[in-house]
């Protein structure tokens, strides 16, 4: 199974700052690459497909990067709606696996 | 809209059954595969299986393999998601999830999620 490892597991930030969070994957896994956003005891939200790709309605304010083993989502500017934890996936092979996610809070 | 609403989650106990439902609407069901994924605070999230779309493919976790079967019915909408011989470590959140393609093979994310169902497995 491919092993998908986040850091950090979680982090403090401000209103408007610029976050980054980390996957890496046990092996490559080409760009198949997918990133959740996750509120408390609500269902996940797809953010980014194909590592880099914004899904429908998605806002810009969220990037993705990377290919092979080491991917990256960056939040340009925090807002409120955005304190959440973040998970990356890999869809290159079954089983699925997820990252063990990112608490994002407010500092 | 794309909505996924899953159903049949409960309090069972050990060694017994449960089956989940997911209503689909809002697309075109017979061209999306769909996934089973579950939650525990534990173990965070945990895939558990996918269906192509027109179920000719299926693959299983080997945490489930053998207990859990997934299937589906394109005709009414519907994903379901046979459990037995439930065990503790079968309890989570489970959630309901399109493939964003048809789920032949790997290579679509997940787009949409259910808002999921609770499943407890105690004595």
């Known amino acids: 199974d491919i092993q998908m490892t986040q850091s950090p597991s979680s982090l403090s930030a401000s209103v408007g700052d610029r976050v980054t969070i980390t996957c890496r994957a046990s092996q490559g896994i080409g760009s198949y690459l997918a990133w959740f956003q996750q509120k408390p005891g609500k269902a996940p939200k797809s953010l980014i497909f194909?590592?880099?790709s914004l899904q429908s309605g998605v806002s810009s304010k969220f990037s993705g990067s990377g290919s092979g083993t080491d991917f990256t989502l960056t939040i340009s500017s925090l807002q409120p709606e955005d304190f959440a934890t973040y998970y990356c996936?890999?869809?290159?092979?079954?089983?699925?696996?997820f990252g063990g996610g990112t608490k994002v809070e407010i500092k | 809209q794309v909505q996924l609403v899953e159903s049949g989650g409960g309090v069972v106990q050990p060694g017994k059954s449960l089956r989940l439902s997911c209503a689909a609407s809002g697309f075109t069901l017979s061209s999306y595969g769909l996934h089973w994924v579950r939650q525990t605070p534990v173990k965070g999230l945990e895939w558990v299986a996918v269906?192509?779309?027109?179920?000719?493919?299926?693959f299983y976790a080997d945490s489930v393999k053998g207990r859990f079967t997934i299937s589906r019915d394109n005709s009414k909408n519907m994903l379901y998601l046979e459990m037995n011989s439930l065990r503790g470590e079968d309890t989570a959140v489970y959630y309901c999830a399109r493939c964003g393609g048809d789920c032949n093979s790997v290579s679509a994310a997940i787009d949409y999620w259910g808002q999921g169902t609770l499943v407890t497995v105690s004595s």
């Open positions: 996936q890999q869809y290159y092979s079954y089983p699925l696996t």
């Open positions: 194909a590592a880099s």
């Open positions: 269906i192509s779309n027109h179920g000719t493919i299926k």
